[in-house]
């Protein structure tokens, strides 16, 4: 075990330079459906980091943090494979989702996730994004979130007024890091877990 801590800190951990948020973009620009405000938390959002001029790969990630579903939890861990993304060159979204703790429940985060997806295929071309190479990574309660996505995705409606909706929401590839994967065995998961029967009824 020591030594595989090791080489996890090695492949992250070299991750120094300074990775700056350098945009923002709310999924719903007519407000997400369920919303119960205006408030940030009512407000899915992508947030952009991008790889230095001239190592972008055509590669794009959406980043779900975990957080059980009560709370967006961004850690040591985390910040460092996001910035192990941007130097190998691929543009890391990071996803603010709707959760439990803000009043939020299924199907809120999935209808966020599947958003994020289909509005990044709608805008590769912006994002110099091979359409072929949008995927998703996600953290425990993210993994799951990843993993639902990866699992429960659809094609989109060719009818939507919403371009971005005409858009599957199908990943490319997925990553799942310590994902709840199965919210019935307790074995897998914390009794009381707040997401537990919101995910597990579903």
Partial sequence: MRYALTFYGLLFGFCVAHVQAQQVIPLFPNGAPGAKGTGDNDIPALTVYRPEAGKATGTGIVFCPGG???QLSFNTDRENVLKWLVEKGIIVF???YRHGGNGYHYPAPMQDVQRALRWLRHRATDYQLDAAKIGIIGFSAGGHLAAW?????DEGNPNAPDPVDRQTSRPSFAVLFYPVINLTD???YAPGFPAAPDWAQS
Wanted: no cysteine.
């Fill in 186 to 188: 307790p074995a897998l």
């Fill in 149 to 153: 996505a990866s699992t429960r995705f």
């Fill in 68 to 70: 059980g579903y009560s």
């Fill in 94 to 96: 990071y996803l603010r």
